[in-house]
């Protein structure tokens, strides 16, 4: 099998084949649409050893057909993961997304590799918010930090508990992804329930990190390169927070929770990192379907457009390789393996319960360990998810955390 490629830089080939076998590693799932006749790595590093390692991102090259040598229900550990030898100028994938179905174990043939676009070309768009409003109350504090990712400050905001100033010792960190259109509203009110809880003893003084992930952007990186938001989150941000304040800085010692575009950011995010939180929690996340048809895409066609167009450059099959319920399938291993404690809660009267309930069906069929929960009575609403579950609240933050949380809160 043979793949005619098309490409701005033709240079890669000749780096990798006069030489020992090359390995490329993927940072997210490969896709491939047959109406497009592209394949997409959203990321590749190519070289025979560290040193001379160059990476590339937002890779695309056109093949003629993609054969698939097997396709497997569950992970098969490689996840997304991809290795090219030129030596049979094979290049095997641990998981692909093509026109719509998830497969393990992909094989394809390449004469050569040619880098059609890279996001070194594209850079980040500058002009987004990347820097928010500061929300002013003795709670939080409005930080900025200098991204190399994005050639601009970034910003967030962080509350810490009333233990952080009077000791010394380190503390565990949540990071807080927010909903849909940017969260600077939601800070106060979530910051104020954590530290009435926190103060009650209902839960672990806590580090709380409320991340800008931009509004409308899925927590996600673009595929154009335009709003890289996952890297700058995963890459920057959280070794910005270790440097920064005295924190539990390993897995142990995080949990990452969101609400709605949130909820469906910490499920990717933490499927697609579990080696960095010990928790997980999914507070009614959305959109959590393949199609993008659920409920309120449906009441709203023009964010739903706006979604698609600006994080998938209108591909579907990049809206589908995102997904939490793809990522999922790359996460089972490391999840059990790290005993990751991952919770999932919706309102009854949520218009996005049906899906959540699915996507809690799905991380069953995979034996995904996790908390379910239909909260009676409770609508679209964070805080009434959280205040409604009241105590199960610091069951599940003390499970999380319990390998950090030595000694006396």
Sequence with gaps: MRFEIVGFLTFMLAAVLGGPPAKAQTGGIATFSSLRNELYLPEVALGTKSSDMKFFSAVTIRPKDIQVLAMATTSSGQGAKAVFDPATAELKLG???????????????????????????????????????????????FRTFDSAIVGNNVSYHVYLPKKYSSSSVRFPVLYWLHGTEGGVAGVLPVASFFDDAINAGKL????????????????????????????VFVK????????????????????????SMGGYGAARIGFKFPELFGGISILAGGPLDLEFSGPRAIRAPALRSQLLNDVCSNDMNYFQAISPLLTAHTAVNLLRINRTVVRHLVGTLDDTRDLNFQFHNHMNSLNIPHQYLDVPNVDHDALALLQAVDNLNGSFYREALAAALVGPE
Aim: without cysteine.
């Design 204 to 231: 672990p003084p806590m580090i709380i990190v409320f991340v800008n992930g931009l509004p409308r952007r899925l927590w996600a990186d673009s595929k154009d390169g335009a709003s890289p938001v996952e890297s």
């Design 236 to 259: 920057e941000l959280i070794p910005e927070v270790d440097r920064v304040y005295r924190t539990i800085a390993q897995r142990e010692g995080r949990i990452l929770e969101g609400f």
């Design 95 to 141: 998981a692909i997304v093509a026109d719509g179905r998830f497969y393990f174990e992909v094989s394809v043939e390449l004469n050569s590799i040619e880098v059609r676009s890279t996001r070194d070309s594209l850079r980040p768009d500058r002009s987004l918010p990347w820097v928010t409003e500061a929300v002013v109350s003795p709670l939080v504090s």
